[in-house]
């Protein structure tokens, strides 16, 4: 598979005939350069509701028809009430629940991270935050989200360990750097790509500085916005 990484959380998969994007706050993200008009999708994966992570999410969808997959709640939200996300289709699952496409595979875990989002003037709750555990080409990805530490993401590789994991390093609204060395351990995770850092002044953290704690050859740091083979 091919994979790109935008910055903050927001990444690319390729694989077979499915252009997958996860997270992709774009525009207003400083770490790339990439256009999302240019950006090709069928399937986008939204984490939770914040716009750090939809994103360029709903206009992306409405020009390339991508089927978003998301959390049953956010979804219901996104078919039937949202109006930014007009003429959007969205799969919902639940924590549990797999998301089946011909080229991957999509399971829900929870997520410790609010969820809310201004609708109407209101602050309102759209769903539940989740990470998800992304299957293709028999490696298995897992995304955390945003989250805090906790002793349940051991259950996602009770099966396996990850092959990939994509987890937040930046603090203050998510687990820091220090926790996510525990989280990587938990996942059993063979690589690691820290995420989620350094966008704003309140998510500080030094990526290198984390990877050279974990065991040599986990860690790496991905170009921004360069294809990678994995």
Request: net charge negative.
């Amino acid at each position: 598979m091919k994979i790109t990484y935008f910055g903050h959380s927001a990444f690319r998969i390729v694989s077979g005939k499915s252009a997958i994007l996860v997270d992709p706050f774009l525009t207003g993200n400083k770490h790339t350069k990439v256009d999302p008009n240019d950006l090709k999708a069928d399937y986008i994966l939204l984490t939770h509701v914040h716009g750090d992570h939809v994103g360029d999410g709903f206009d992306i969808a409405r020009r390339t028809h991508a089927t978003i997959v998301t959390q049953t709640d956010f979804a219901e939200y996104i078919n039937h009430s949202l109006p930014e996300a007009h003429d959007c289709h969205a799969e919902g699952i639940n924590f549990g629940g797999t998301f089946y496409a011909d080229d991957f595979s999509v399971k829900l875990f929870p997520a410790w991270h609010t969820d809310a989002s201004v609708v109407d003037g209101r602050l309102m709750p759209l769903g539940v935050a989740s990470g998800m555990a992304i299957t293709v080409e028999n490696k298995l990805i897992y995304d955390t989200g945003d989250t805090c530490l906790f002793s349940d993401l051991k259950l996602v590789a009770r099966k396996r360990p990850v092959d990939l994991a994509l987890i937040c390093i930046g603090g203050h609204f998510t687990m820091d750097a220090d926790d996510a060395l525990v989280a990587a351990d938990f996942l059993q995770a063979k690589r690691v790509i820290p995420t989620h850092y350094n966008t704003n002044p309140s998510i500080q953290a030094d990526p290198q500085k984390f990877i050279d704690q974990l065991a040599t050859g986990v860690g790496f740091l991905p170009t921004v916005d360069q294809e990678f083979v994995f």
